[in-house]
């Protein structure tokens, strides 16, 4: 397989140079890093959220957008889909670098994660990349700052020139367009934390509404996962058999049901706190090759119109 980084690139030089048409900017860092603004100054738009999502998961998935109705009302809905999801999904496109520093705190995802490689899905999978270009998108209110640059820089061992952010807001439209985007990531990461080997899963699909877009982080936050939790649909296709297939989609969490901005604000917005087992489609369909089809999940309609302000 080829760099996931080198592929990811190919994808940043487009929005470098059709950057008026998406909406974004983009700025050199004083150490030579490049930041495209995709929802801080520059408002960035559903074009520039699908091809954000495609150098998060670098070039090896293929988004797409339509509108379907909630609670009567015309809502974008985003799809993802990928024959090469432990790459794609759990090696690229999972959202778990915590990029904070004493004058900066952002949420990382991208390629960027396979050049450092710690993380347990590149120990399963015996994945690492090697580059000397980056990408990571970053969700945060702020734009990165040059000590959070140089974090980049240093876990993934390239020069600071070498990196390439994307820094979004979760409340811009490319904030809310990514997160519907991760419908299919979080099933996959789910069925690989049950002890499922990733390898096995052939092929990953995934769709969740987008989320409108909040006057604050906060309630942002809150929506966007809702929108996976209780209106995200996917549909993985694997190999070998999977023993407990309930436990992938959100119904199975103890939580599940209640507005994510409740449970954000009884755990005091810890978002470690916040139980793993509900980061997970509402609805999720297993088709195992020449077995069995599994069809677990409830969507919750309801719950998306009320968080949504519907």
């Known amino acids: 397989m080829e760099s996931l980084n080198r592929m990811a690139i190919e994808l940043v030089d487009e929005a470098l140079e059709y950057a008026e048409e998406l909406s974004v900017g983009a ?4 150490r030579g890093a490049t930041v495209i ?3 801080l100054e520059f408002a960035g738009g559903i074009e520039a959220g699908l091809l ?3 150098i998060q998961t670098a070039g090896l998935a293929t988004p ?5 109705e909630i609670a009567g009302a015309p809502i974008p809905h985003v799809e993802l889909s990928t024959d090469q999801p432990a790459l794609a999904l759990l090696c690229s496109q999972k959202a778990s670098w915590e990029l904070t520093t004493e004058d900066f705190e952002g949420l990382g995802s991208g390629p960027a994660r396979a050049l450092v490689a710690e993380e347990e899905e590149f120990q399963r999978l015996g994945y690492a990349d090697a580059f000397d270009l980056t990408a990571l998108a970053v969700e945060s209110d702020e734009p990165p700052t040059e000590a959070a640059i140089d974090q980049i820089a240093e876990f993934a061992d390239v020069e600071p020139s070498g990196v390439f952010v994307l820094a979004y807001p979760t409340a811009s439209v490319v904030g809310s367009v990514t997160n519907a985007a991760r419908a299919a990531e979080l099933a996959t990461f789910r069925l690989s934390e049950l002890g499922y080997d990733p390898r096995d899963v052939v092929s990953a699909s995934g769709r969740a509404p987008m989320a409108p877009v909040a006057g604050d982080e906060s309630t942002a936050i809150a929506r966007t996962n809702d ?3 209780y209106g995200g649909r996917a549909h993985l296709v694997v190999s070998e058999p999977v023993e407990h297939p309930e436990a992938v989609a ?3 969490g103890a939580e599940y049901g209640r507005p994510f901005a409740e449970i ?3 755990l005091e917005w810890e978002f470690e706190e916040v139980p793993a087992d509900l980061f997970a489609p509402a609805t999720v369909t297993i088709d195992v090759l020449g077995g069995e089809t599994h069809v677990v999940g409830e969507v919750r309609e309801d ?6 302000g519907l």
């Open 250 to 252: 959100s119904t199975a």
């Open 303 to 308: 719950l998306v119109a009320e968080s949504f």
């Open 64 to 68: 797409g957008r339509d509108i379907e």
């Open 227 to 229: 929108a996976v939790a």
């Open 27 to 30: 700025r050199e860092t004083e």
């Open 52 to 54: 954000a999502t495609e």
């Open 37 to 39: 603004d995709c929802g």
């Open 264 to 266: 954000f604000d009884d």
